[in-house]
């Protein structure tokens, strides 16, 4: 494939990430995934080889601001270049406030905005040097409404909007910016609730879900264009959410 890229993916190791990867590595990119979970990214990573795919697999924690380095840089020493970080990992442990669950407040924080940091940050002064680069952030429809049991998820989800658009305005043209919000997907984020009430009413909101393919789909438009055209957002939901 003649406009393959070298695309690193956190979060990758199972929901929109893993389908992104597969999605993205069955197009004929290199896909460098990472996550926490080792056994989840080897099954992936066989998954892609089997399908023909190129993929390094990396045990990762997007809390932790020097393995984010070591995981970007280590693919440019592999490979010569990253040309996109889709940066995807995400919790989603909702819950009223009153519930006062501070520490998975504390976590949503950690891994959805420091996270999110932590990649651009490991991703900056690549793009700078090789003079291009694209940057994708998964974010949310939670990233434009707020809802209850979801304060801090939204928060953190505006906070990944924010931080993304201003990384678009403050960059040079060559490196380009994309922000995907999806709905509701296939995915185990609502695993995490721990609060009942929230669970219940996620139970319903997840009625009708899209698979993550459709992200995959989404980021490989954005990340297709031209080197003139920046897509800065795209929204994607299940066509029954209102």
Not at 53 to 70: I, M
Not at 145 to 157: L, W
Not at 189 to 212: H, K, N, S
């Amino acid at each position: 494939m003649s406009n393959s890229k070298v695309i690193l993916i956190t979060g990758a190791s199972s929901g929109i990430g893993r389908g992104v990867a597969l999605g993205l590595a069955r197009e004929g990119h290199h896909v460098v995934i990472g996550a926490r979970r080792e056994d989840r990214l080897k099954e992936l990573a066989e998954e892609i080889r089997h399908a023909g795919g190129s993929v390094d697999a990396q045990r990762l924690d997007v809390t932790d601001g020097a393995e984010v380095v070591a995981f970007a840089e280590g693919a440019v020493r592999r490979h010569g270049r990253v040309d996109v970080i889709v940066n995807n990992a995400g919790v989603m442990p909702l819950s009223r406030l009153d519930s006062l669950l501070v520490e998975e407040w504390d976590r949503m924080i950690d891994v959805n905005v420091r996270g999110l940091l932590h990649g651009i940050a490991a991703g900056l002064p690549i793009f700078q040097r090789q003079g291009g680069g694209h940057f994708v952030t998964v974010a949310s429809v939670g990233a434009h409404q707020v809802s209850p049991t979801a304060a801090v998820y939204c928060a953190t989800k505006y906070a990944a909007w924010a931080i993304t658009e201003g990384l678009r305005q403050e960059s040079d043209p060559s490196i380009r910016v994309t922000t995907i919000s999806p709905g509701v997907v296939e995915s185990e984020l609502a695993d995490t609730i721990t609060e009942p009430g929230a669970q219940d009413l996620m139970r319903v909101f997840r009625a009708d879900t899209i698979a993550p393919e459709a992200i995959a789909q989404a980021i490989s438009y954005a990340i297709g264009q031209p080197a003139d055209v920046d897509v800065s957002e795209i929204i994607v939901r299940p066509a029954r959410q209102r």
